[in-house]
T-cell receptor, first 116, second 112 residues
Framework: DTGVSQDPRHKITKRGQNVTFRCDPISEHNRLYWYRQTLGQGPEFLTYFQNEAQLEKSRLLSDRFSAERPKGSFSTLEIQRTEQGDSAMYLC??????????????FGPGTRLLVL | GESVGLHLPTLSVQEGDNSIINCAYSNSASDYFIWYKQESGKGPQFIIDIRSNMDKRQGQRVTVLLNKTVKHLSLQIAATQPGDSAVYFCAENRSSASKIIFGSGTRLSIRP
């Protein structure tokens, strides 16, 4: 399977703990996105990278959140001092902007986080 | 402001019938629109997209219609099958911004 992969698929943690999620994009894709999805809602944009550069961050991404993509391949999303409100599905997507054509983002299976 | 909304939260369709899922958007600056399908426990799966300068696009068993006059988007699924059961999201994007803005979703259920 050469799609977007995410690890772990599920994470249960206690409030105040730090968690880190990993995303491996489709290999030739140079753009990588993080979204958050709460129950019954559509995904909400958090941040995105082009290669290793983080180009945009949503105001949803508080200072407890940090994302990296050090080598322009996989990315990590860390949440420090987790709160119950952080419980959600964290989705990663990747794309390869094809010039004038529409850029299609392909999503991974997500990491479901539950903060107790 | 930006918003992409859906007319109905749930839709129940008889197996074999056609399904029509509707979506309204408010941002006239959107360059293209995308439909995603999300099954339980999985990430959104790309179905079909359409540029804002088009009014219809067809794929395999799916058709997307875009009416810019009333800012309305629809997804038609022909001969609905049990495997079509999922939540369907419409989403919009602009060439000047890479993020996708999603609506809240319509759950499609299939009656045998």
């Amino acid at each position: 399977d050469t799609g977007v992969s995410q690890d772990p698929r599920h994470k249960i943690t206690k409030r105040g703990q730090n968690v880190t999620f990993r995303c491996d994009p489709i290999s030739e894709h140079n753009r990588l996105y993080w979204y958050r999805q709460t129950l019954g809602q559509g995904p909400e944009f958090l941040t995105y990278f082009q290669n290793e550069a983080q180009l945009e961050k949503s105001r949803l991404l508080s200072d407890r959140f940090s994302a990296e993509r050090p080598k322009g391949s996989f990315s990590t999303l860390e949440i420090q001092r987790t709160e119950q409100g952080d419980s959600a599905m964290y989705l990663c997507a990747s794309s390869y902007p094809p010039g004038l054509a529409i850029e299609t983002q392909y999503f991974g299976p997500g990491t479901r986080l539950l903060v107790l | 402001g930006e918003s992409v909304g859906l007319h109905l939260p749930t839709l129940s369709v008889q197996e074999g019938d056609n399904s029509i899922i509707n979506c309204a958007y408010s941002n006239s600056a959107s360059d293209y629109f995308i439909w995603y399908k999300q099954e339980s426990g999985k990430g959104p799966q790309f179905i079909i997209d359409i540029r804002s300068n088009m009014d219809k696009r067809q794929g395999q068993r799916v058709t997307v219609l875009l009416n810019k006059t009333v800012k309305h988007l629809s997804l038609q699924i022909a001969a609905t099958q049990p495997g079509d059961s999922a939540v369907y999201f419409c989403a919009e994007n602009r060439s000047s911004a890479s993020k996708i803005i999603f609506g809240s979703g319509t759950r499609l259920s299939i009656r045998p």
